[in-house]
């Protein structure tokens, strides 16, 4: 069973930073994939942040240069480092985790979110 745990979300002022944690149950090598995402009160959940098996990664255009995602296999979580936060940041971070198993099956798993709010 793969769970996904988020934390480290919480409220800053614009210009601050945050780092959000996703703890995996599984070990993450397990994953192709893991990211992050973000929604907002009635907009689709976008993504802000991959990091691929094979380390490389991938940032939504206005996170580039602010925001970091990065691995730690050894304690199966993944980060965000999140600076110089705008208020348009502000939404609640979901944790996200892309697996592919036997004969090609795909396996999305997400984490319960935490929320990031960010003030003006």
């Known amino acids: 069973q793969v769970q996904l745990v988020e934390s480290g979300g919480g409220l800053v002022q614009a210009g601050g930073s945050l780092r959000l944690s996703c703890a995996s149950s599984v070990n993450i090598f397990s994953f192709a994939k893991m990211a992050w995402f973000r929604q907002t009160p009635g907009a689709q959940r976008e993504l802000v942040a991959d990091?691929?098996?094979?380390?490389?990664?991938n940032y939504l255009g206005s996170v580039k240069g602010r925001f970091a995602i990065s691995s730690d296999n050894a304690k199966n979580t993944v980060y965000l480092e999140m600076k110089s936060l705008k208020p348009e940041d502000a939404a609640v971070y979901y944790c996200?985790?892309?697996?592919?198993?036997?004969?090609?099956?795909?396996?999305?798993?997400w984490g319960q979110g935490t929320q990031v709010t960010v003030s003006s």
């Open positions: 996200n985790a892309f697996q592919i198993g036997a004969f090609g099956r795909t396996y999305n798993y």
């Open positions: 990091i691929r098996d094979g380390g490389t990664t």
